[in-house]
């Protein structure tokens, strides 16, 4: 487990997925390039990227290879057998993510997004074995995979494959009891068979970051200064077994914060965790969608709904309870079409969620609540 070790390569991830954006939804290469630059200035080296993130890999392209060494980074990819036409196509996903990234090899690569619902699809198409030959060929260096589902299903995939090296799971404080996402029993599961996990999501696609007031008021009375990033990210660094937590960071304000506090990292003592307890406990009264924004589910609407756009409109509904404020932003994102109404439940949405959201019922509440 030497591959993931943090003298060397640090403990906190840039997630490539959530990249700043120009005002016409292209990726800001210049300030992904300066926001690079400051993640390694900090002596940080660990970067994520994915054949599905839409122009990420070519952003790292831009931002990272072209412009430092390639001894001086850690590069990580994803072959995603869901975005694949046949099995010919996934087996090509890591030329496209090469010839993208200009990268060489990836030092870590991943089996992208398991769940039960495709796990099928990735044994069909042989990528197990498939990721071992690209490790004997040089075109990477470590493998494993990420995960959605439960801990039950995660222990199973271990059990057959336990060559995977690492796992990446989705953990913050908010899941970490959650009976869906199961969030600790997932890291249990992975700890028993001895594999090291990166972590996803560690602020749940920005609602921890921004919590609500109830939660804010906790963190802030146990520490002024401290952001409630930096709560949510240090609570998942100071799991014992967690080696890399991914942030997708969207700006250099973000970046700023982060490095703050994970360029010299010191795990939450025990009155802090005192403190997420509390804020947990706060959390759980209030209902909330547990979206994390990842948009496997849009990519297939014929209706082309923003379904995660909708679900944080209605998110922030249901935290802040400014209801006027809500249905003025739900009409600003429907204006041009995609209503929350024009859903025609043909539920590829729902067979897409890694969440396992009722994705057309909550469509349903929030047609209802801003229409």
Request: glycine share 6%.
């Amino acid at each position: 487990m030497n591959y993931f070790c943090n003298e060397e390569i640090g403990k906190l991830g840039f997630g490539l997925m959530r990249l700043p954006r120009n005002a016409d939804g292209s990726i800001n290469t210049e300030l992904t390039a300066e926001m690079t630059d400051r993640f390694l200035d900090a002596g940080l080296k660990y970067f994520d990227t994915a054949y599905v993130y839409e122009g990420s890999e070519e952003a790292a392209k831009e931002a990272l290879v072209k412009r430092h060494p390639r001894e001086s980074y850690y590069l990580t990819s994803k072959l995603n057998a869901n975005a694949a036409k046949d099995e010919a196509d996934a087996k090509n996903q890591i030329y496209v993510s090469l010839e993208r990234t200009g990268a060489g090899y990836f030092d870590f690569y991943l089996l992208h997004a398991l769940s039960k619902n495709n796990i099928g699809k990735y044994e069909e198409y042989g990528c197990w074995e498939y990721v071992k030959e690209l490790k004997e060929k040089g075109l990477i260096r470590h493998y494993g995979f990420s995960f959605h589902d439960s801990a039950e299903v995660l222990d199973e995939i271990l059990t057959k494959h336990p060559d995977a090296e690492f796992v990446q799971l989705q953990i913050n404080y908010a899941d970490w009891e959650d009976m869906n996402v199961e969030s600790r029993k997932c890291y249990e599961v992975a700890t028993k068979h001895g594999k090291p996990v990166v972590v996803m999501e560690p602020v749940k696609g920005g609602t921890l970051a921004d919590p609500p007031a109830s939660v804010k008021e906790i963190l802030t009375a146990a520490n002024p200064s401290a952001s409630p990033a930096s709560w949510a990210i240090r609570f998942v660094a100071s799991l014992d077994n967690v080696r890399i937590v991914l942030s997708g960071m969207s700006n250099l304000e973000q970046m700023e914060d982060n490095l703050s506090y994970m360029k010299e990292f010191k795990p939450l003592d025990e009155e802090e965790q005192k403190t997420i307890t509390a804020a947990q406990e706060a959390l759980r009264k209030i209902p909330q969608i547990p979206c994390t924004a990842c948009r496997y589910c849009t990519g297939g609407c014929p209706m082309q709904i923003n379904i995660p756009g909708l679900f944080r409109i209605m998110n922030r509904d249901l935290l802040f309870g400014n209801h006027e404020d809500s249905r003025r932003r739900y009409q600003d994102m429907v204006k041009d079409g995609g209503a929350a109404s024009t859903c025609i439940g043909c539920l590829q949405c729902e067979g897409e969620c890694p969440q396992h959201i009722e994705i057309t019922d909550w469509l349903g509440k929030i047609a209802e609540a801003f229409e």
